[in-house]
Nanobody, 124 residues
């Protein structure tokens, strides 16, 4: 059974940083791309960032480009999201997801396993 467990969320002031982690089990981690999505209160879940199976390709939503960095460590079956220069509008529940394929995708329908989410709150 595939499990994805996020950690690292919390409360931070605007301009601060957080690093989210996602630990995966139950699947050959290095064979699949991974992604981060987020859902703010009253809004639909949206794409944040994705990384290919090898880490050689990444993709970011325009709203986080230049501030967030996605990375992975296949030896540790983990994917990370370094978030810098955080803004109040980054407040959301952040979800880690495993893609069905090797390549990066923005469409959440391409992801077949999801974590339970971790709350990120940015105060102004």
């Amino acid at each position: 059974q595939v499990q994805l467990v996020e950690s690292g969320g919390g409360l931070v002031q605007a301009g601060g940083s957080l690093r989210l982690s996602c630990a995966a089990s139950g699947r050959t981690f290095s064979s699949y791309a991974m992604g981060w999505f987020r859902q703010a209160p009253g809004k639909e879940r949206e794409f944040v960032a994705a990384i290919s199976w090898s880490g050689g390709r990444t993709d970011y939503a325009d709203s986080v480009k230049g501030r967030f960095t996605i990375s992975r460590d296949n030896a540790k079956n983990s994917v990370y999201l370094q978030m810098n220069s955080l803004k109040p509008e980054d407040t959301a529940v952040y979800y880690c997801a495993s893609d069905r394929t090797l390549g990066v995708d923005r469409n959440e329908r391409q992801y077949d396993y999801w974590g339970q989410g971790t709350q990120v709150t940015v105060s102004s």
